[in-house]
């Protein structure tokens, strides 16, 4: 080979990564301290975790407006928003669910509206070099509303409303 053809080669494999940075999601870069407007709403990003499912991994990061406490999710390449409800509003009550069968149900209800169970399984969430075993339900209703369940014993649930996000609704990330 060449030098002109080596230069080439070089040159073409810088395009790539510029083309590769260029093309990869901008939440991935997201870190603590780092600014992120959602739909007109000014966030932070106060926290990073990882859900490690064994076949697949999610990246989130905890956020704050003024008002409101959020999650984005990132996995497989789509992005998810999540506010926290109170799963006592979930019929049936997922706790007695949990604690009588062990198992999720098939359909959930929040709020007059119907979810269908998508997935359910068990990760492990990994946050400031720590990892606790945890247990997902993930429920969807017809328009894509979705309900995750994270069950970390019997008497530890937390529940969560939200939905998938489209790159284009997240309007600015500034870095801190």
Request: proline share 5%; glycine share 6%.
């Amino acid at each position: 080979m060449g030098f002109l053809e080596r230069i080439k080669k070089l040159f073409s494999k810088e395009e790539e990564k510029q083309e590769e940075s260029i093309l990869s999601n901008p939440l991935e870069r997201l870190k603590k301290g780092d600014i992120i407007e959602i739909d007109g709403e000014t966030w932070e990003v106060t926290d990073v975790a990882l859900y490690d499912y064994g076949a697949s991994k999610e990246k989130e990061w905890e956020i704050r407006s003024a008002s409101r406490r959020g999650f984005l999710s990132l996995e497989e390449g789509k992005i998810y928003f999540f506010e926290e409800i109170d799963p006592e509003e979930l019929e049936p009550d997922p706790g007695e669910h949990f604690r009588k069968y062990g198992k999720p149900p098939e359909y959930v209800t929040y709020k007059g509206k119907r979810y269908r169970l998508k997935y359910a399984g068990k990760a492990k969430y990994i946050k400031n070099l720590e990892s606790y075993p945890v247990t997902i339900w993930e429920f969807r209703s017809e328009d894509g509303e979705m309900i995750d369940l994270e069950i970390w014993d019997e008497y530890e649930i937390e529940a969560y409303k939200g939905r998938e996000l489209q790159e284009w609704e997240i309007e600015s990330i500034l870095p801190r």
